[in-house]
């Protein structure tokens, strides 16, 4: 296995330098397979340093004159050798004899003239013709060449006996280039090829055809006549040279190319092959000279099925028409191809005839042919492509009595209907029509025949397929690419539609519905539309991916987007928007959606966890951090002896002493209460004053007793002292239980202007608010002034 691989990456190295030096070397799969192509590089000899393994080597058309054993030895694998179009004139087989694997030796078109017969014996394919040699290369050595299927021979003359050393093999193909041959008049030769399937002759191209031979084959099946040069006067020497040819039962297919013959000749051609065993009989090439006369002939019965004539040149240009056509319409085959002619037209057949296919592709017939002819009735297929037809409702007219017309060809012609409004006339027996390449616009569906199941209308005019009121209800495939169609077409109509082509049209915006509506379709091909990708075809495009892999026809490369810009070129594979953009409504909704649940959300917020409290707290407990903050020192250098001053009425003392004291004295904050710290002696009034100036803050409990026993104390004083001047932050709020703005007498100014000012704390019930609560009442003693105020009461 290892060895295996080193000698596969050594040749690919191998196969790399080669390549640099000597040219193209084809590496085969195999990797032992080389091709090394030489061919025309102007070489005048073999290059001594080709690839030892070259299996293939080609060597055509250069100016190698000599081949020389050493030129060969080495390349011990050679299998397929060419060396056509050189100048090679001598050539000693023996120089192969180190190539015991070559099967393929080309040496057509050299200059040999002799040779020596070494040959080797694994040849199967031999080809010396066109050479100058004079008589046939023939050695009795290539009676061994029992591998042998191909043999390429050239002479200037034939010689009864030339053939004998190969009589006895089978061979598949004998290529016998006579372009140089020459014979005396009176000369008469036989000649035994014997046995080959295909015999191939190719004559002088420009010289009369004169060879005079009896040539005896067996087994042959086809044979090919190249380069036939015939007059009125040699017309016969052909026909005396093809007596024994085709006198055999096996020839079934005779071909002729490049015929330049009288038309006279050509007739008399048909007059003798037509009781022959010939099956099929086609003539390439075809040059019909000198005059066309009316020629009176009468075909017997005949195994031809099949006459095909393509490429005709007419240089006779003053003839009778009728004297040309007559010839082919009265021929009693079964199928006739005449293609790529000057012929104008084809006479109805006289009677009833057995013309089952008929091809006339390219030539300039026009809407008057097979008009009203009733005798094409076993007419299965007529091709017209490539003509000169312009009339629909004519082309239909002319089926009409071609009662077993199954398919019709007119494309590529100049096709219009639009003249008529009446009904068409077509036979009921098509199934396939082909209208493409016209000028064919949407009023062709008014004129279509009844059971048509294949419809071919590509490339012609049509912008919308109108519905018909004839429906095509048997229609199975409809190919309408290449037209203006901005739409897919209505399934209603072809109810039986299982393909659809309908690429290359003007389709932007394709709807879902076809798809859906068109339960038979197995196949449709809609590539190169110029799509617009915008929300209309996201549908189309869903539908279509469903499908995709099993119906659609060239999915997903061919189909794209052309608008809007921004998307142009890609695919509608991927092409993708989402279902919101696309849909206002469900858009709309969305947005409604997302508000509603947004504000009840806010709303159940405020209701079941009382959100604007908290909202509040914060807000003061941030207010309260940063004044606490940008509190000057100095201010704090007063005589303060107490951290808070607490007033409060006797009904909230319980609240007092339970809750507001124990966790101002948990931070161990010195607080003034007036039962606690009051001087006897002196009036309530002046205890509270002495208290609030001994204190860094004042807290207020509010509550309506509060403000009924209490206030009255504070309202005075307040209304006197700016001490408490509005956003002062030496004063603490506490708002205990509501008090509503009736019960606040109205001579409490002050009151009710901080109340209004709503810069209260207010004590939720809740006990999970507890916490914030406390923080805001921290807030309000920061413990830097906790350190300081200590350390001025240790001074005092
Ligand atoms: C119709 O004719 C065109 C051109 O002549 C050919 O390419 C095409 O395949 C034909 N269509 C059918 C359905 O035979």
């Given at each position: 296995?290892?060895k295996d691989k080193d000698s596969i990456t050594g040749s690919f190295h191998f196969v790399y330098?080669?390549?640099?030096?000597?040219?193209?070397?084809?590496?085969?799969?195999?990797?032992?397979?080389?091709?090394?192509?030489?061919?025309?590089?102007?070489?005048?000899?073999?290059?001594?340093?080709?690839?030892?393994?070259?299996?293939?080597?080609?060597?055509?058309?250069?100016n190698i004159s000599e081949l020389h054993l050493s030129d060969m030895s080495y390349l011990s694998?050679?299998?397929?050798?060419?060396?056509?179009?050189?100048?090679?004139?001598?050539?000693?087989?023996?120089?192969?004899?180190?190539?015991?694997?070559?099967?393929?030796?080309?040496?057509?078109?050299?200059?040999?003239?002799?040779?020596?017969?070494?040959?080797?014996?694994?040849?199967?394919?031999?080809?010396?013709?066109?050479?100058?040699?004079?008589?046939?290369?023939?050695?009795?050595?290539?009676?061994?060449?029992?591998?042998?299927?191909?043999?390429?021979?050239?002479?200037?003359?034939?010689?009864?006996?030339?053939?004998?050393?190969?009589?006895?093999?089978?061979?598949?193909?004998?290529?016998?280039?006579?372009?140089?041959?020459?014979?005396?008049?009176?000369?008469?030769?036989?000649?035994?090829?014997?046995?080959?399937?295909?015999?191939?002759?190719?004559?002088?191209?420009?010289?009369?055809?004169?060879?005079?031979?009896?040539?005896?084959?067996?087994?042959?099946?086809?044979?090919?006549?190249?380069?036939?040069?015939?007059?009125?006067?040699?017309?016969?020497?052909?026909?005396?040279?093809?007596?024994?040819?085709?006198?055999?039962?096996?020839?079934?297919?005779?071909?002729?190319?490049?015929?330049?013959?009288?038309?006279?000749?050509?007739?008399?051609?048909?007059?003798?092959?037509?009781?022959?065993?010939?099956?099929?009989?086609?003539?390439?090439?075809?040059?019909?000279?000198?005059?066309?006369?009316?020629?009176?002939?009468?075909?017997?019965?005949?195994?031809?099925?099949?006459?095909?004539?393509?490429?005709?040149?007419?240089?006779?240009?003053?003839?009778?028409?009728?004297?040309?056509?007559?010839?082919?319409?009265?021929?009693?085959?079964?199928?006739?191809?005449?293609?790529?002619?000057?012929?104008?037209?084809?006479?109805?057949?006289?009677?009833?005839?057995?013309?089952?296919?008929?091809?006339?592709?390219?030539?300039?017939?026009?809407?008057?042919?097979?008009?009203?002819?009733?005798?094409?009735?076993?007419?299965?297929?007529?091709?017209?492509?490539?003509?000169?037809?312009?009339?629909?409702?004519?082309?239909?007219?002319?089926?009409?009595?071609?009662?077993?017309?199954?398919?019709?060809?007119?494309?590529?012609?100049?096709?219009?209907?639009?003249?008529?409004?009446?009904?068409?006339?077509?036979?009921?027996?098509?199934?396939?029509?082909?209208?493409?390449?016209?000028?064919?616009?949407?009023?062709?569906?008014?004129?279509?025949?009844?059971?048509?199941?294949?419809?071919?209308?590509?490339?012609?005019?049509?912008?919308?397929?109108?519905?018909?009121?004839?429906?095509?209800?048997?229609?199975?495939?409809?190919?309408?690419?290449?037209?203006?169609l901005a739409h897919f077409p209505d399934c209603g109509t072809f109810n039986r539609l299982s393909?659809?082509?309908?690429?290359?049209?003007?389709?932007?915006?394709?709807?879902?519905?076809?798809?859906?509506?068109?339960?038979?379709?197995?196949?449709?091909?809609?590539?190169?539309?110029?799509?617009?990708?915008?929300?209309?075809?996201?549908?189309?495009?869903?539908?279509?991916?469903?499908?995709?892999?099993?119906?659609?026809?060239?999915?997903?490369?061919?189909?794209?987007?052309?608008?809007?810009?921004?998307?142009?070129?890609?695919?509608?594979?991927?092409?993708?928007?989402?279902?919101?953009?696309?849909?206002?409504?469900?858009?709309?909704?969305?947005?409604?959606?997302?508000?509603?649940?947004?504000?009840?959300?806010?709303?159940?917020?405020?209701?079941?966890?009382?959100?604007?409290?908290?909202?509040?707290?914060?807000?003061?407990?941030?207010?309260?951090?940063?004044?606490?903050?940008?509190?000057?020192?100095?201010?704090?250098?007063?005589?303060?002896?107490?951290?808070?001053?607490?007033?409060?009425?006797?009904?909230?003392?319980?609240?007092?002493?339970?809750?507001?004291?124990?966790?101002?004295?948990?931070?161990?904050?010195?607080?003034?209460?007036?039962?606690?710290?009051?001087?006897?002696?002196?009036?309530?009034?002046?205890?509270?004053?002495?208290?609030?100036?001994?204190?860094?803050?004042?807290?207020?409990?509010?509550?309506?007793?509060?403000?009924?026993?209490?206030?009255?104390?504070?309202?005075?004083?307040?209304?006197?002292?700016?001490?408490?001047?509005?956003?002062?932050?030496?004063?603490?709020?506490?708002?205990?239980?509501?008090?509503?703005?009736?019960?606040?007498?109205?001579?409490?100014?002050?009151?009710?202007?901080?109340?209004?000012?709503?810069?209260?704390?207010?004590?939720?019930?809740?006990?999970?608010?507890?916490?914030?609560?406390?923080?805001?009442?921290?807030?309000?003693?920061?413990?830097?002034?906790?350190?300081?105020?200590?350390?001025?009461?240790?001074?005092?």
């Amino acid at each position: 296995m290892i060895k295996d691989k080193d000698s596969i990456t050594g040749s690919f190295h191998f196969v790399y330098i080669v390549t640099l030096i000597v040219g193209t070397i084809i590496q085969f799969s195999d990797e032992s397979e080389f091709a090394v192509d030489m061919s025309n590089m102007n070489l005048t000899h073999v290059p001594g340093d080709l690839p030892p393994k070259t299996k293939i080597l080609d060597m055509s058309q250069n100016n190698i004159s000599e081949l020389h054993l050493s030129d060969m030895s080495y390349l011990s694998g050679l299998k397929i050798l060419r060396i056509s179009h050189n100048r090679i004139w001598w050539l000693d087989f023996s120089i192969f004899k180190f190539n015991q694997d070559l099967e393929y030796l080309d040496l057509s078109y050299n200059q040999l003239r002799n040779m020596s017969c070494h040959l080797i014996r694994s040849l199967k394919h031999l080809d010396l013709s066109f050479n100058d040699f004079h008589v046939l290369p023939m050695c009795k050595e290539f009676g061994n060449l029992t591998q042998l299927q191909f043999l390429g021979l050239s002479a200037t003359k034939l010689r009864q006996l030339d053939l004998l050393p190969i009589a006895h093999l089978h061979l598949s193909y004998i290529l016998l280039d006579l372009q140089g041959y020459y014979a005396k008049e009176s000369e008469k030769r036989s000649l035994q090829i014997l046995d080959t399937k295909t015999l191939h002759l190719v004559f002088h191209p420009n010289q009369l055809f004169s060879v005079q031979a009896n040539m005896l084959v067996n087994n042959l099946g086809c044979l090919q006549l190249t380069n036939i040069k015939l007059n009125n006067d040699n017309c016969q020497v052909l026909i005396q040279f093809l007596s024994e040819l085709t006198r055999g039962p096996t020839l079934l297919n005779f071909t002729l190319q490049h015929v330049k013959t009288t038309w006279k000749c050509l007739v008399r051609i048909f007059n003798f092959l037509w009781p022959k065993p010939v099956q099929y009989l086609n003539i390439y090439n075809l040059t019909i000279v000198e005059s066309i006369d009316k020629e009176y002939i009468h075909y017997p019965k005949t195994a031809l099925k099949a006459l095909k004539i393509e490429h005709v040149k007419n240089e006779v240009f003053l003839f009778s028409q009728t004297a040309l056509y007559t010839i082919f319409s009265e021929m009693n085959i079964m199928m006739l191809t005449i293609s790529d002619t000057p012929f104008i037209h084809m006479l109805c057949p006289p009677s009833s005839n057995t013309f089952k296919f008929l091809n006339f592709t390219q030539n300039v017939f026009t809407d008057s042919v097979f008009q009203s002819c009733s005798h094409l009735v076993r007419l299965e297929t007529l091709i017209l492509r490539k003509n000169k037809l312009k009339d629909l409702y004519k082309v239909g007219l002319m089926t009409k009595h071609m009662t077993s017309l199954e398919i019709l060809d007119v494309s590529v012609n100049s096709l219009e209907y639009d003249k008529y409004d009446g009904n068409c006339t077509w036979v009921g027996s098509i199934v396939l029509l082909n209208l493409s390449s016209n000028i064919l616009t949407d009023s062709v569906f008014r004129c279509l025949p009844p059971k048509v199941k294949v419809l071919d209308l590509h490339n012609n005019r049509i912008r919308s397929i109108p519905k018909p009121i004839m429906k095509l209800e048997d229609l199975q495939e409809l190919n309408v690419a290449s037209n203006s169609l901005a739409h897919f077409p209505d399934c209603g109509t072809f109810n039986r539609l299982s393909v659809l082509i309908i690429d290359s049209n003007s389709i932007s915006n394709p709807s879902a519905d076809f798809l859906q509506s068109c339960h038979n379709i197995r196949s449709i091909s809609a590539g190169n539309n110029p799509f617009q990708c915008t929300c209309e075809l996201r549908e189309f495009v869903q539908s279509l991916g469903q499908v995709a892999s099993k119906v659609v026809e060239g999915w997903p490369d061919s189909y794209k987007c052309d608008y809007p810009e921004n998307y142009k070129g890609t695919l509608l594979k991927d092409f993708h928007v989402s279902q919101l953009s696309c849909n206002t409504t469900l858009l709309l909704v969305t947005i409604g959606v997302a508000v509603l649940v947004f504000t009840v959300t806010v709303t159940a917020l405020c209701i079941y966890f009382d959100l604007p409290w908290y909202l509040r707290m914060v807000f003061q407990w941030t207010q309260t951090r940063r004044r606490a903050r940008n509190t000057p020192l100095e201010e704090l250098q007063r005589t303060i002896q107490f951290h808070a001053f607490i007033s409060y009425s006797g009904h909230d003392s319980a609240w007092v002493k339970n809750e507001l004291v124990p966790c101002l004295e948990k931070e161990e904050l010195r607080i003034c209460l007036h039962e606690r710290n009051f001087i006897p002696g002196k009036s309530i009034v002046e205890n509270i004053i002495n208290c609030i100036e001994k204190s860094y803050k004042s807290i207020f409990v509010l509550s309506p007793n509060f403000v009924q026993s209490e206030w009255c104390h504070y309202e005075l004083y307040f209304a006197h002292h700016n001490l408490f001047h509005e956003g002062s932050n030496n004063l603490i709020l506490i708002l205990l239980e509501p008090i509503p703005q009736n019960c606040i007498p109205s001579k409490y100014h002050k009151l009710r202007a901080l109340m209004t000012q709503r810069t209260y704390l207010e004590w939720p019930k809740e006990k999970s608010k507890h916490g914030l609560f406390w923080a805001n009442i921290r807030a309000a003693f920061n413990m830097k002034l906790t350190l300081i105020a200590e350390n001025n009461a240790e001074a005092s």
